[in-house]
């Protein structure tokens, strides 16, 4: 089975903190992405990765960025964390047209 | 651009009867179109896809959806509600055009079972 595993279940930061969530798939995907998850908005694409230090940005990149060192890992960064990034971060990785969801990290930052 | 619409935030059904969850599309070319089920605090699981070939498509958990090209619409249905079906189900397409695994999600639908 694929996994796709995420660094932290629960998160809590302060306002400005430099904030970073990991993912890392065992499936040698090229594909990799990042969303966020709200209520009545659905997944919305944050950024995403095609290969090894390649990425593009989603339909909300503002106040984010990734970074694809290796193929198995894809990380989200928060330069400056601020309350509007409260939310549920779901990592995907995807082969053939199929997205492999982690169980998500639900970040709060006060 | 792709678009996804779920025109029912909320669907209630008696455990035993049928459901059917809603879903409309917009995209260039033609679609694939997933459906995905999230059980609390997880992520998100992959129910079914339609690539192409027949338009009934059979996924997990007893699940179908059937893709009609004229109404844009890939509907998930199930003939039978059980109650550990209750969950939050998301529609998403991909247009071919793009060439890429990039999903445009639906809101969600909140399915709830009725014992």
């Known amino acids: 089975d694929v996994k796709v595993t995420q660094s932290s279940r629960y998160l809590v930061k302060r306002t400005g903190e430099k904030v970073f969530l990991e993912c890392v798939q065992d499936?040698?995907?090229?594909?990799m992405f990042w969303y966020r998850q709200d209520p009545g908005l659905g997944l919305r694409l944050i950024y995403f990765s095609y290969d090894v230090k390649m990425k593009e940005k989603g339909d909300i990149p503002e106040g984010y960025s990734v970074s694809r060192e290796k193929k198995e890992r894809f990380s989200l960064i928060l330069e400056s964390a601020s309350t509007n990034q409260t939310s549920m971060y779901l990592c995907a990785s995807s082969s053939i047209h199929e997205q492999y969801f982690g169980p998500g990290t639900r970040l709060t930052v006060t | 651009a792709q678009s996804v619409a779920q025109p029912e935030d909320q669907v209630n059904v008696a455990e035993g009867n049928p459901l059917t969850v809603k879903c409309t599309y917009s995209v260039s070319g033609n679609p694939y179109l997933f459906w995905y089920v999230q059980y609390p605090n997880r992520g998100l699981q992959f129910l079914l896809k339609?690539?192409?070939?027949?338009?009934l498509v059979k996924g997990s958990y007893g699940f179908e959806a059937e893709f009609n090209k004229s109404q844009t619409s890939f509907h998930l249905k199930k003939p039978s509600a059980l109650v550990s079906d209750s969950a939050l189900y998301f529609c998403?397409?991909?247009?071919?055009?793009?060439?890429?695994?990039?999903?445009?999600f639906g809101t969600g639908t909140r399915l709830t079972i009725i014992p």
């Open positions: 339609y690539i192409t070939g027949d338009n």
């Open positions: 499936m040698d995907h090229e594909n």
């Open positions: 998403a397409v991909n247009g071919v055009s793009f060439g890429n695994e990039k999903l445009t």
